[in-house]
């Protein structure tokens, strides 16, 4: 990855490098921070920051009091020194912002390094950033460090109460975002980059996704997207894949799972990196005595990627890293022994088919792979967190994430945090299985305990709620023993890639490790963790769980009432059923809508709605849950509640899919329409969307398209949609037909799915109807029902539809081709005819027992085909299956219903049956009708023996039927017979 020069604050000139570059030549990621405490240090910044005057001012004393935002504060400042610069030659202003600009991002980087990457910061956050009046008095500290952390909920998400040096980031934020000093089209790429990390970095920090902001991420990822990856964009390849790396993991945290991947794949191709997963024969324990098929990554950076790579190796030691903890077991291998070159597998259970590797991987031995180079190694843990994302507790996919970080981790890293990434990747992996679940808990133990030491600045107050607002952070104490130095980096290796990779803070780190806990059953270890750390609605949230409610509850209303008793001490036993504490919490919305989840209450997610100023869209999604679940549903109280949610949110994938199925309920068709497209708008993948969506348009089909007056109102459909839906009327449904072929793309095991598309597209009129569709669509009907219902999953209706448009508008002969060289002719099956005959020669005929109906369909086709002796065979099987299900009723328990049909079937198999084909010629072995009188040969010489048979074998079983209508009939038919 390219890299600006290293900052030093020296010399101001040195900042004005930003401005002084083409900036679609600079790589978004802008620096590489070295010196970045003595940036915080400049005369500038400690202008722009500094809360501490000789003489007080108002202003100041509101900052010291808590009454108005520091971050304002700092970019009011920095919008008054730009706007003063106005004066002077351009020069001269574009050093001026790019030292502004330097400082916001040295703030975002000390920031990540005491948060996430570590190591400790050499110097106070407070002292820099307040001043020492500010520093010196605890009081005032924690005051204006609330005061941030307030400030920082959106859409009434709130940060993490304990954040240390939370002052860095809001530095950051009020430089790279809140200033807008750095929007005009002449800033440099780098400076809205910074914005977008600065949300992304908030929107990490926030306990559930806040729409706002990920609609300002993505709104400046689509300004960057279009400099980096556009047709003008002379970035390299290198570039361009880092970039793609870093819009993949906004795209996972965000759960655009599809697009994650899309964008993985072309990082991996404009770094020239190829990788497969794939199977390998191998042993994986101790005892087994054969090999079998392993699953494996294969990689390798491209080939000026690796020899860079070498070069750089021979030169330079050993990076170092986090210490990868041993697997310890008395049955699993450390690693997969894979066999030697020549053994083949058994079965081919690869993922990827070996034959189909690329070149550059073919020849790769598993066991000993060439080194990555650090951005195909993030590409790799990026597709592991992608599928991770998707479905992290199904155990597929749990197989398919290890190998990934396998590779990253068994063939080493170069950079710190990359390998770092890697082990906790595996550790998330092995934590589900008894065999590893030892070392995958300890793995995150080590790393929780690494990110702890490294993050801990031993002179740096931590920001606490009232209980420990004094609270000095504490040298921090670890699990397990201290990381030695040689596991250790500086921060420019730790923070030079970790905008490619899925990063989390400290206190999410260790809230997962809590969670892991929670799932082995370490409740206590989880809730100590959950303690320490103050997350109070984790800790409720871990009694609920475990089905200590009244516990749960106590702990919540404790961070929102007085107590019960206000004079007594405090007793674990408490109520708190006070009235509201005067200053609530940041995070009240959350811990409001947790106890209306204990109680199902709804009064709490209304107070969750007003207290966070009408922005918290999780209490309407949870209100709109709960009238849903009422007996009977209030559909309309969960429309409002949905729309209200997305009003906040509109980016809310699972808020639009429960809007329009609310809607479908209601029989809000249009409605319903535009919440399902809005659905596969965010989510590509969805597939009970899609085949929603399709129910929806269905129903504004012809006789239905024209709205009600509140729908016409909420929809405001314009003319010419009605224009269109006019001139086509069957627009609608050709649409289902198409949003159904997107749900069973993506579910192609849903034969409901598949049936559906049968239906719209039968409901065609004649010379609309895509008669491919309902083929391709009854075969997977057939093929996915047929297993449990046998010969009922074929629909009768739409088959008989298919045979009547084959032998009406087709001629058997024009199927045909010859073989060349031969006079063999053979079906062309690439045609609907030909599909419609596959279709009941090689799945509808094999599945027959005792349906009539069909046996007389494949009779039809047959004499169609010219096939009179095949089609005489079918006559006869459709009339021993009428036979065979109407004897015990007709014969035996006097049903007149039963008698009649098997009189039908008989007149049937004699008059169409034995009377029309059995005095046909029939065809030669081959197929074809014989040419030539000497040739000739008939389909059943006897069929008037065997018409008289099939009679009298009625009418003497049926004697008690004599003297009614249908044995009078088949007397008729005797006569006919002999006649």
Known sequence: MAQDSPISSTKPAQFTTIYDDDTTKRNFDPIRIRTSDRLLHDPLAQELLNITSENSSPETEALSEGKTSYTNYVAEKVRKHVAESASKDANAQHELLSQILHIGFAALFCFLQSNVTGPPLEFNSAVVVFGETVAGDKGTLNTVRRKMLRDLSIDGEAVYPLTPNIELFCVAKAILVESGVFVADNSPLVARTGRMRVNFLHQKMLSEVSGTLQKAIYDDLDVISATVLGENSDSIGKMKAAFLLERAAVHTHHGLDAKARSDLDRAASASGFEYALTGKLGKRTKFQDRDITQLVVLAVSSEMESMSEATEAKSEPETSGPKALDLNDDTLLETIAFAKEGAQPEKPTTVQDESSLPPALVAIDPSNQPKLNPLDSAILLAIASAITNNSPEHGLTREETLPYATRVIESGSNNWQIYTQALLVRSRCEAFKARTVERGVLQMQALVDQV???TATSNTAMVTTDTVSNKQQEQPTTFLPRPEESESAPAEERLEYLWTLHFKTRWNLEAELAQ?????????????????????????????????????KAIVRRQLYEPTNPGTIHDDNERYEGSELPELPADAPRLFCILGDIDSEPAMYERAWEVSGQRYARAQ?????????????????????YKKSLRINLLNHGAWFALGCVQLNRQKWHEAVEAFTRTVQLEQDDAEAWSNLAAALLHVSPGNNKPSAKEQKDTEVVEGEKAEEETDPYKHTRDALTALHHAARLKQTDHRIWDNIV?????????????????FALRKVIELRSPKRGEKAIDLTVLDMLVEHLINDYKYDDLLITVDGTNQKILRTGTVAGQIITLIDDVVVPLITRSAPLWLLVAKVELWRQRPSKAFAAHEKAWRATISSCTQGAFQMGDEKKWIQIVKATERLVRDGYAKIGGMTKEREDGAIPEGEGEEELVAKDWRFKSRSAVRGILGKGKDWEGTEGWTQLKELLSEVDG
């Open 452 to 454: 702890i030491a490294d």
């Open 516 to 552: 892991k806990w929670v799932s082995l059953g370490g409740l206590r270890t989880a809730l100590d963790i959950y303690e320490r750390l103050e997350m109070w609605a984790e800790v409720a949230l871990c009694y609920a769980a475990t089905e200590r409610e009244e516990k749960a």
């Open 621 to 641: 999604r949870s209100l709109a849950r709960l009238y849903l679940k009422a007996q009977p549903p209030d559909y309309e109280k969960a429309e409002e509640a």
């Open 759 to 775: 239906t719209v597209a039968a409901s065609l009129p004649p010379l609309l109807i895509p008669y491919k569709d309902i083929v």
